[in-house]
């Protein structure tokens, strides 16, 4: 019968326990594995240990982060786009209000009249203000 020779090598990296500080070795691949998935793993005298949180599980938790953010910043800029038209439509408005009295266009009434401050305060007054009687003008 023919024997062959099979070599395997392992390579392994030493840890320190974190209940007891005991030294000892785990293969690469093993402790490779903990960091990924997050599992508890056992030192020799059966204390359990575990790395942190596993490297999937951060980048699962900035993932998650950074939709929130992007959620935050679009709500953002929405809100920004409707302050800024809103400006824009009552500067817009008050611009043609300013022009409509000019021309001495009553706002209230949309009435044209030479003056038109007597006409607001005689016709327009506030709820619950007498009206103010003006002199009539001469020609």
Same mark, same amino acid.
């Given at each position: 019968?023919? !024997?062959?020779?099979?070599?395997?090598?392992?390579?392994?990296?030493?840890?320190?326990?974190?209940?007891?500080?005991?030294?000892?070795?785990?293969?690469? =691949?093993?402790?490779?594995? !903990? +960091?990924?998935?997050?599992?508890? $793993?056992?030192?020799?005298? &059966? /204390?359990? =240990?575990?790395?942190? =949180?596993?490297?999937? *599980?951060?980048?699962?938790?900035?993932q998650? %982060?950074?939709?929130?953010? *992007? #959620?935050?910043?679009? +709500?953002?800029? !929405?809100? %920004?786009? *409707? #302050?800024?038209?809103?400006?824009?439509?009552?500067?817009?408005?008050?611009? +043609?209000?300013? %022009? !409509?009295?000019?021309? &001495?266009?009553? *706002?209230?009434c949309h009435? /044209? $009249?030479?003056n038109?401050?007597? /006409?607001? #305060?005689?016709? /327009?007054?506030?709820?619950?203000?007498?009206?103010? %009687? $003006?002199?009539?003008?001469?020609?």
């Amino acid at each position: 019968m023919a !024997r062959g020779v099979v070599r395997v090598e392992v390579f392994l990296d030493s840890l320190e326990c974190a209940n007891c500080g005991i030294d000892f070795a785990l293969p690469q =691949n093993f402790i490779a594995q !903990r +960091r990924d998935d997050g599992s508890t $793993f056992y030192c020799p005298s &059966g /204390h359990r =240990n575990v790395f942190g =949180n596993s490297l999937k *599980q951060r980048l699962v938790a900035e993932q998650d %982060r950074n939709v929130a953010l *992007q #959620a935050d910043l679009d +709500r953002t800029r !929405r809100a %920004r786009l *409707q #302050a800024e038209t809103a400006v824009l439509d009552k500067t817009k408005e008050i611009a +043609r209000m300013q %022009r !409509r009295s000019r021309a &001495g266009v009553c *706002q209230l009434c949309h009435r /044209h $009249f030479v003056n038109v401050e007597q /006409h607001v #305060a005689t016709k /327009h007054p506030e709820p619950g203000v007498e009206p103010k %009687r $003006f002199p009539k003008e001469e020609k």
